[in-house]
């Protein structure tokens, strides 16, 4: 019984920042790959970040390269998502996704879901 929680959307202006959270609990959570999807208006939900169980490998989409950045704190069984540099065609739901590695570093996908927090950058 995975279970996952998004925190930090928003609505900002383009060029600024946001901080994703999202903390998981259930178990065997700290032994799983993590990662970020979003689903913008209209379109199917995309991989964004993910990170290893470990913390010592990150994968970012090339959308999202060079402003946004995946990290881990598996004490606080939680992943975070920095957002720089926020553009329009950020906007999106964002969800928060655990799983294999697999799942995560080789099919762009996750085994559990969080509910998704929304993020709407205004231009």
């Known amino acids: 019984q995975v279970q996952l929680v998004e925190s930090g959307g928003g609505s900002v202006q383009a060029g600024g920042s946001l901080r994703l959270a999202c903390v998981g609990s259930?178990?065997?959570?700290?032994?799983?790959?993590m990662g970020w999807f979003r689903q913008g208006p209209g379109k199917q939900r995309e991989f964004v970040a993910a990170?290893?169980?470990?913390?010592?490998?990150?994968k970012h989409a090339d959308a999202v390269k060079g402003r946004f950045t995946i990290s881990r704190d598996n004490a606080k069984s939680t992943v975070y998502l920095q957002m720089n540099n926020l553009r329009s065609e950020d906007t999106a739901v964002y969800y928060c996704g655990a799983g294999s590695a697999h799942s995560l570093a080789v099919l762009s996908t996750a085994d559990y879901w969080g509910q998704g927090t929304q993020v709407t950058v205004s231009s």
């Open positions: 990170i290893r169980w470990s913390g010592d490998s990150t």
């Open positions: 259930g178990r065997t959570l700290s032994r799983d790959d």
